[in-house]
């Protein structure tokens, strides 16, 4: 068998604010082998995308960085290795009070990786500093398995989740 090259492996696809079974696998997440897909085809942008949709319906706020080099054209903001993309999540309403001395907040940050590929020396690098600094840093393929599976299974079992989704 190999990965369905509709769901990339998930066995489900997103249909508005519920996930429908894959119509190509019966959300199974394989098809045939004669179809050729495994795991390092999957795009690291289809793992970033379903990621991020996927924190997004457990309240955290997707921000994306923009590479140092597009600087040039006035946007953006990012460090040389920084990670792809920075995710936020405020304490809910009511839950914790606030101080100047206390922000109630999580933040995570996550290098997006396809299956096979490495993070570069200067990327490492930018996550040993901000983890030196307490900062929550992933980088997929290292910290978890490089797929959607992969980081929706270190997610369950990482305490952040707050809401139950289907699969999980």
């Given at each position: ?6 769901c990339?492996?998930?066995g ?6 519920t ?21 390092a085809d999957?795009?690291?942008s289809q ?7 996927f924190?997004e319906?457990?309240?955290w ?34 839950e ?19 299956p ?16 030196a600094?307490?900062?929550l840093t992933?980088?997929?393929g290292?910290?978890?398995p ?23």
């Amino acid at each position: 068998m190999a990965v369905c090259p509709t769901c990339y492996g998930r066995g489900v696809i997103p249909g508005g604010l519920t996930w429908l079974d894959c119509a190509a696998c019966g959300g199974k997440g394989v098809v045939s082998d004669d179809l050729g897909v495994t795991l390092a085809d999957v795009p690291e942008s289809q793992i970033e995308a379903e990621c991020t949709k996927f924190l997004e319906e457990d309240n955290w706020r997707a921000l994306r960085t923009d590479p140092v080099s597009d600087r040039s054209r006035g946007k953006g903001f990012g460090e040389l290795g920084m990670a792809d993309h920075l995710y936020i999540r405020y304490a809910p309403n009511g839950e914790m009070g606030f101080s100047l001395d206390f922000a109630p907040a999580q933040v995570l940050w996550i290098e997006f990786k396809r299956p096979g590929e490495h993070a570069k020396k200067h990327q490492t690098e930018w996550h040993m500093k901000e983890r030196a600094r307490g900062a929550l840093t992933l980088i997929a393929g290292e910290d978890f398995p490089a797929s959607v599976e992969g980081f929706r299974s270190w997610y369950a079992a990482s305490g952040l989740q707050r809401y139950r989704h289907d699969g999980i």
